[in-house]
């Protein structure tokens, strides 16, 4: 598995044919600001597509996170790489399809070693006389996936493949199964998700001041009972433009701050 380089910025790779979209959300909890994600979307060559982000928060703990998500022409997922920095660990995390549903593989490892090896750029430690650990398996096993199931991740990014996918008009619900990352161990959790298209309206927003926007409400379901309820608005391309969740008595969400759209999807 190839590692997430945060020095890519976002679409050196070879395999990128075009840029789609990118922009930059401003993260803020309890209406305070927490950090910014910065992102884009691409189209592969060859066909489908990749989705990458990069996170930056003060919040819970400060942590920097990069994920990388690619999918064929018809927006189904193929693999879903995902880098977690904080408080002196690195995590890798790797979902990918297989036969037989998604293998998952997450790793750890100090983060002096792991940042050390890329400054040097051999892939080599630069002091020979010192051998980093190699970086432990925290989690390995293949999980069931199918047609009805996403991978999910907590970038507010992740909404613009599920709506692309989801079968959804105005005023319809639709229901799915999302193989969910959670943080900060990056380990697979299974939920249930139900979209919901509410309606069609002006709001305000950073990047336009009277934006037509589609409201969507989604709800999530575990074995736990809670129904957290997010509010999400996105713009006529699907792309999230500002972000409402309430967990408990704390309020999350995020706004885009910057955004360009040069299609091609």
Same mark, same amino acid.
């Given at each position: 598995m190839?590692d997430?380089?945060p020095?890519?910025?976002?679409?050196?790779?070879?395999?990128?044919?075009r840029?789609?979209?990118?922009?930059?959300?401003?993260?803020?909890?309890?209406?305070?600001?927490?950090?910014?994600?910065?992102?884009?979307i691409?189209?592969?060559?060859?066909?489908?597509?990749r989705?990458?982000?990069?996170?930056d928060?003060k919040?819970?703990?400060?942590?920097?996170? /990069?994920?990388? $998500?690619? +999918?064929? %022409?018809?927006?189904?997922? #193929?693999? *879903?790489? =995902?880098?977690?920095? &904080?408080?002196?660990?690195?995590?890798?995390?790797?979902?990918?399809?297989?036969?037989?549903?998604a293998?998952?593989?997450?790793?750890?490892?100090?983060?002096?070693?792991?940042?050390?090896?890329?400054?040097?750029?051999?892939?080599?430690?630069?002091?020979?006389?010192?051998?980093?650990?190699?970086?432990?398996?925290?989690?390995?096993?293949?999980?069931?996936?199918?047609?009805?199931?996403?991978?999910?991740?907590?970038?507010?990014?992740?909404?613009?493949v599920?709506?692309? /996918?989801?079968? $959804?008009? +105005?005023? %319809?619900?639709?229901?799915? #199964?999302? *193989?969910? =990352?959670?943080?900060? &161990?990056?380990?697979?959790?299974?939920?249930?998700?139900?979209?919901?298209?509410?309606?069609?309206?002006?709001?305000?927003?950073?990047?336009?001041?009277?934006?037509?926007?589609?409201?969507?409400?989604?709800?999530?379901?575990s074995?736990?009972?809670n129904?957290?309820?997010?509010?999400?608005?996105?713009?006529?391309?699907?792309?999230?433009?500002r972000?409402?969740?309430?967990?408990?008595?704390?309020?999350?969400?995020?706004?885009?701050?910057?955004?360009?759209?040069?299609?091609?999807?």
């Amino acid at each position: 598995m190839e590692d997430i380089d945060p020095a890519d910025a976002l679409d050196n790779s070879d395999r990128i044919a075009r840029r789609i979209a990118h922009g930059v959300y401003r993260i803020v909890h309890n209406r305070k600001e927490v950090g910014e994600e910065l992102w884009g979307i691409f189209g592969l060559r060859g066909g489908g597509y990749r989705l990458m982000t990069e996170i930056d928060l003060k919040w819970p703990v400060p942590n920097q996170q /990069r994920a990388q $998500l690619d +999918l064929d %022409t018809d927006w189904r997922e #193929r693999k *879903l790489s =995902v880098q977690l920095d &904080s408080q002196g660990k690195r995590r890798n995390a790797y979902y990918q399809l297989v036969a037989g549903g998604a293998e998952v593989d997450v790793f750890e490892e100090p983060l002096r070693y792991a940042e050390a090896i890329k400054a040097n750029g051999s892939g080599e430690a630069p002091f020979q006389a010192i051998t980093p650990p190699k970086p432990k398996r925290m989690f390995g096993d293949t999980l069931p996936f199918d047609e009805t199931t996403y991978f999910d991740f907590g970038s507010t990014l992740m909404n613009f493949v599920h709506l692309k /996918r989801l079968p $959804l008009r +105005l005023g %319809t619900k639709a229901q799915m #199964r999302a *193989l969910v =990352v959670t943080q900060p &161990s990056l380990e697979p959790l299974t939920l249930s998700q139900v979209y919901a298209y509410v309606r069609n309206e002006v709001i305000t927003t950073t990047v336009q001041p009277a934006l037509h926007a589609c409201r969507y409400t989604i709800e999530e379901h575990s074995e736990s009972g809670n129904t957290p309820t997010t509010t999400l608005w996105t713009d006529e391309h699907g792309v999230a433009i500002r972000l409402e969740a309430a967990v408990g008595r704390d309020t999350h969400g995020c706004e885009l701050v910057s955004y360009a759209w040069q299609g091609g999807n």
